[in-house]
Structure formats: structure tokens, C-alpha cells
């Protein structure tokens, strides 16, 4: 089991940063897949950016592609995401969420059923 807790949300104008991250418990972080989900409001969850747990490869979703990077810290438990030039329909809540490689049935792990730990959650609102 592992226990994820976002930080860093808030509100920014549109073309600005926020980096978000989340601190995971327990002593085996290294062996997990993690990644970012979000959530705007009247809409269902997507992904958003996924890093690996040895490899550190990286996918991201189309809209977020060259603006969001996504990142780990191992010795810190820490997973982050940082956010650049942000757009108001970046608007939402962002969800950390963990994973093991049996779960995931492609080698993106993008689907929402890959992951059975999540945080809970973060806003983000971007003004326009």
C-alpha cells in the first residue's frame, strides 16, 4: 500500500508556472509507476503525464506535450510535475496516482483502471 499526498496547486494567470508534487509513503516508491491525472469540472478524468519506475521513460498527453514536464525524486518519495505556460483549460483538479507494472496493459499506462492508489487531488485554476 502507498499513500499519496498532493501540494502545490493554486491559482495562476494564463502563461504562468505552478509545479505541483506528491509525497509518497512507505519505503518502496522506487518500484512504482507514477503518474498525473486530472479532472475538470464537468468532464471525466484524463491522463495527463506518466514516468516509469527504473527506466524513468516518459509519455504525456498531446495538449500538455512541450509545456509539462513530469518528474521523480526516489530519495524523496516525490513525484512532481511542473507547469509551463499554462492555458485556462489546464483548469482543473490534478490527481497523483501509483502503480505497478503487472497493472499496466500498455507500456504508456494511461488508462485510469492501471492504478489502484491515488491521491486526493489538487486544484488548479488558471485565469485567463
Known amino acids: 500500500q502507498v499513500q499519496l499526498v498532493e501540494s502545490g496547486g493554486g491559482l495562476v494567470q494564463a502563461g504562468g508556472s505552478l509545479r505541483l508534487s506528491c509525497v509518497a509513503s512507505?519505503?518502496?516508491?522506487?518500484?512504482?509507476?507514477m503518474a498525473w491525472f486530472r479532472q475538470a469540472p464537468g468532464k471525466e478524468r484524463e491522463f495527463v503525464a506518466v514516468?516509469?519506475?527504473?527506466?524513468?521513460?516518459?509519455y504525456y498527453t498531446d495538449s500538455v506535450k512541450g509545456r509539462f514536464t513530469i518528474s521523480r525524486d526516489n530519495a524523496k518519495n516525490t513525484l512532481y510535475l511542473q507547469m509551463n505556460s499554462l492555458r485556462p483549460e489546464d483548469t482543473a483538479i490534478y490527481y497523483c496516482?501509483?502503480?505497478?507494472?503487472?497493472?499496466?496493459?500498455?507500456?504508456?499506462?494511461?488508462?485510469?483502471?492501471?492504478?489502484?492508489?491515488w491521491g486526493q487531488g489538487i486544484q488548479i485554476t488558471v485565469s485567463s
Open positions: 514516468i516509469g519506475d527504473i527506466t524513468y521513460i516518459t
Open positions: 496516482a501509483a502503480t505497478g507494472a503487472i497493472y499496466c496493459r500498455t507500456n504508456r499506462c494511461g488508462q485510469m483502471d492501471e492504478y489502484p492508489y
Open positions: 512507505g519505503r518502496t516508491f522506487n518500484q512504482y509507476i
